[in-house]
């Protein structure tokens, strides 16, 4: 019998060798796939030039004594709009006290009519046994209520006063929770600059921070370069100026001389009357004004001379530490003239005056913003409260860019 044929497919044989070649390839491809990426990965940041740093810290702390201004103007409106508000508290319970009172009498009042009850006029006169005994009685009422109509009066008027107070004592509140409001802002941007500066320093290794303080004393010496130079300058200026008064002062004399010679018999009470008095007068009157300014500046220099190596705190003003406008502002009060809390207000005391023309106790004042202030001592030198993390020194005006100045008295 003939063998029959399969009707089942021949199986194909299966390469065993292509799926682990495919796995390989793709293993090595994901392998190629990460190096590459790791190499076109974008580099580390580089790390700032140390010129770099030492600006972005300046910039810092420039905008943190701004912030700082901002806090010392806030408070100060606080302080102020706190003691506006207790005093119309206060007047607000006085004139309660007041309406109280006005009540209680309108209360009596009320009371005795109730009591005594209300009958008509005419009845009143028709029941009385003495005609006259009414008329005096109607003349005592009629006082009577005058005294009520007046107590109603009172009442109404402290009422509406009481009104008037309490409204403005509400609106005073409001504003002191604005003012407070301000103040926690104004504290925490300072903090958050303050905090950002120490983040920058703290980062830098120990060779970083000895490059950082060479910067600072090439800084602190072209400063000082510039203070001699406006040393001479104003000392030249001022010797220049003596001479000229002398050669003035030598020419009027001789004048006066010959005036005395060719009137005869006045040369004696020529020359005591006019060359004595008219020098005295000339000379006293200008040295009287400047004189004065000086005495007051040499109150204000030895103060601040007194506070040299306390620690700027930015918000104090003494007596343990001082930001820069709280030292201005305890100095010159040594002097007895009052100058507001910041810089930018103290900026608008006095009189304005150029550099060049400079005198001790004047104010110097630094940045567009306005917000730092020294106190001039002479020579292109100041005393001021820097920075935080410094103390009360002497410094060159030109250490930072100049604003202006100012002659306070």
């Not at 392998?31 to 790791?38: E, K």
């Not at 006066?256 to 008219?278: F, H, I, M, N, W």
Request: charged residues 30%; contains cysteine; proline residues 4%.
């Amino acid at each position: 019998m003939p063998v029959l044929a399969s009707h089942r497919k021949p199986r194909t044989k299966v390469r065993t060798t292509t799926p682990a070649v495919g796995f390989t390839t793709a293993a090595l491809a994901s392998v190629t796939l990460l190096s590459t990426q790791s190499a076109t990965a974008a580099p580390a940041e580089p790390k700032p030039a140390i010129e770099d740093v030492q600006k972005k810290v300046d910039e810092l702390y420039r905008q943190a004594g701004s912030a700082t201004q901002q806090y010392n103007r806030a408070k100060a409106a606080s302080t102020a709009q706190r003691t506006k508000v207790d005093t119309l508290l206060s007047d607000v319970a006085k004139r309660t006290e007041k309406i109280n009172e006005a009540r209680r009498e309108l209360g009596a009042f009320a009371a005795e009519q109730y009591r005594t009850g209300g009958i008509a006029p005419t009845a009143t006169f028709f029941l009385a046994d003495d005609p006259q005994a009414y008329f005096d009685q109607s003349r005592l009422m009629s006082r009577s209520t005058e005294r009520q109509q007046k107590a109603v009066d009172d009442f109404r008027t402290q009422q509406a006063a009481a009104s008037k107070k309490r409204a403005e004592a509400v609106q005073s509140l409001e504003s002191l929770t604005e003012t407070q409001t301000t103040l926690r802002s104004s504290k925490q941007k300072v903090q958050n600059k303050l905090t950002e500066a120490r983040s920058l320093l703290a980062k830098l290794t120990a060779e970083e921070k000895a490059r950082l303080a060479e910067l600072e004393r090439k800084k602190e010496a072209e400063a000082k370069e510039k203070a001699e130079k406006l040393a001479r300058r104003q000392a030249a200026e001022a010797k220049e100026r003596e001479e000229r008064e002398a050669a003035e002062k030598k020419a009027r004399e001789e004048a006066a001389k010959e005036s005395g010679g060719d009137s005869g018999s006045g040369p004696g009470s020529g020359t005591g009357t006019g060359t004595s008095p008219g020098s005295g007068t000339g000379t006293g009157t200008g040295t009287g004004a400047d004189g004065s300014y000086a005495a007051k500046a040499e109150k204000v220099l030895a103060f601040a001379r007194a506070q040299i190596g306390k620690p700027y705190v930015w918000g104090a003003s003494g007596p343990a530490s001082y930001d820069c406008s709280g030292l201005t502002q305890a100095a010159w009060r040594e002097a007895g003239v009052t100058l507001p809390r910041t810089t930018w207000d103290q900026v608008k005391v006095g009189t304005r005056v150029a550099t060049s023309d400079l005198q001790p106790g004047d104010l110097v004042f630094f940045y567009d913003d306005i917000s730092h202030v020294g106190i001039y001592k002479g020579d292109g030198m100041m005393i001021h409260a820097p920075k935080p993390g410094a103390n009360v020194r002497e410094e060159s005006i030109y250490y930072m860019p100049i604003y202006g100045s100012v002659r306070p008295a």
